[in-house]
């Protein structure tokens, strides 16, 4: 097609850049809207595709920026797969809709660029481990913030024991044929997950919260010498 300096293309979803230099062999060298410049070819151009990685392009309030790679080797990388699940809680309405306790959970200002986040992570304990997630409110009880004061990273294990720790209207079922409640737990002796049967709902309620609180406790232990200072003693105060 051919540009000129000083063609303004209008691309497909990061606003205007303008041409600035002509290179050899079909480049160009352009200018966005904020200032970042860009070497690209005549078919972007003309395709109107060429990309400013500084464009909140992920749910309006992301972006990738230059550095850290979102897909290493053919495969997401984990920064960007941890990052990318957070936007996603956070901005994407599905999901909020199927999850509503993220309803109000917001990620800061600073993690929108996913450089950001993913240079926080290389300082982090836990970061890489396999079967480790990323927590926001295990610090900070009730925590909608996802930023570098109140984020960890803790054993999926571990977050799972605590998730809805303190509400009564889990840990047993009512079985019609026998009459009886039943709950599961894990038998931390034999290293499996087995099951009991009481007479009575709060028998079973009681069983199950004196073996989910032995058990959080246990996983502690386990990982103790993996896990954060400051999330060790959190998890002690909980369990305490």
């Not at 480049?27 to 809207?33: A, G, I, L, S, T």
């Not at 970061?127 to 803790?154: A, H, M, T, V």
């Not at 034999?190 to 009991?196: D, E, N, P």
């Amino acid at each position: 097609m051919g540009f000129t300096v000083g063609d303004v293309i209008d691309t497909m979803n990061c606003g205007q850049c303008a041409v600035i230099n002509i290179l050899p062999n079909g480049r160009y060298e352009v200018v966005f809207e904020d200032g970042y410049r860009k070497i690209t070819t005549d078919r972007s151009l003309s395709d109107r595709k060429i990309k400013n990685p500084y464009t909140p392009t992920v749910f309006g309030k992301g972006f990738i920026g230059e550095g850290f790679r979102c897909w290493v080797n053919g495969e997401v990388s984990k920064e960007y797969r941890y990052w990318i699940g957070m936007m996603t809680r956070c901005y994407q309405e599905d999901h909020q809709l199927k999850n509503p306790s993220y309803e109000d959970a917001v990620v800061c200002q600073e993690w929108h660029s996913f450089q950001n986040f993913a240079e926080w992570c290389q300082t982090q304990v836990g970061f890489g481990n396999k079967g480790w997630q990323l927590d926001k409110d295990l610090l900070k009880r009730g925590n909608k913030d996802y930023s570098p004061e109140f984020c960890c990273f803790i054993p999926k294990s571990i977050n799972a024991s605590l998730i809805n720790y303190s509400r009564k209207t889990l840990g047993c079922t009512f079985n019609e044929p026998t009459k009886r409640w039943q709950t599961s737990y894990f038998d931390i002796l034999r290293q499996i997950r087995s099951s009991a049967t009481f007479k009575e709902e709060e028998q079973a309620r009681k069983f199950y919260y004196e073996n989910r609180f032995n058990y959080t406790k246990y996983l502690i232990e386990l990982y103790k010498s993996e896990l954060e200072i400051r999330v060790v003693s959190r998890l002690e105060e909980i369990c305490g």
